[in-house]
């Protein structure tokens, strides 16, 4: 997510011809955010995002062996 976070403010820098740092700070939080939410989902267990699979549970115990 660094290397993300340089690639777009290089970017940001090398097209950008006025002095305004916001946008060079903004974008590159922005990406390095939603990845990190992302790889986030992608682990239910270990993350601040906790996914329960209440769908799952609720299927399995009408056809659950007694």
């Known amino acids: 997510m660094l290397f993300i976070a340089v690639a777009c ?7 950008e ?8 700070v903004i974008l590159p939080v922005v990406v390095s ?6 790889a ?3 682990s239910p267990r270990l993350g601040i ?3 329960l699979p ?3 549970i ?3 115990e009408p056809i659950k062996p007694h």
């Open 9 to 15: 403010n290089m970017l940001l820098g090398y097209s």
């Open 17 to 24: 011809r006025r002095n305004s740092t916001l946008d060079l």
């Open 33 to 38: 955010v939603s990845f990190f939410l992302i």
């Open 40 to 42: 986030d989902i992608d």
């Open 49 to 51: 995002i906790r996914v």
């Open 54 to 56: 209440q769908n799952l």
């Open 58 to 60: 609720a299927l399995a």
